[in-house]
């Protein structure tokens, strides 16, 4: 038995509708999870921007190069910092490049934060 072309019609729709459904509710729920792991990886940020400071400073006076480029890229994603920390940063970054050239791509990198900001 054939069915008339409205009634597959209708029967198609059914099934299209059920699908939409169920795609809206997979990207509501995708994107709830994305929202909360944004909201937890800031939480994070603000907790740990004093001390990759603390530890980038004392990097710095060290002269720790490892340690100014580990802290330093810390600082430069932490959506926390601050414009003042960045340029002050920036200076720190350049007076050790003459000593130390492997600091090039960090002092680029701050320099492009402090753009962006």
């Known amino acids: 038995m054939q069915l008339p072309y409205t009634q597959l019609a209708i029967a198609l729709d059914e099934t299209t509708k059920d699908i939409i459904l169920v795609v809206l509710v997979i990207l509501i729920f995708i994107w709830v999870v994305a929202r909360l792991l944004m909201w937890f990886t800031n939480r994070k940020d603000g907790e740990k921007l004093s001390k990759v400071w603390r530890s980038f400073r004392k990097a710095v006076k060290n002269e720790d190069v490892e340690g100014i480029n580990q802290y330093g890229r810390d600082l ?42």
Do not use: D
């Open 76 to 117: 430069i994603y932490n959506s926390y910092v601050t414009e003042a920390q960045l340029r002050l940063a920036r200076r720190m970054v350049n007076k050790s490049l003459k000593k130390h050239p492997e600091l090039g791509e960090l002092s680029l990198l701050i320099f492009n934060k402090c753009l962006g900001q």
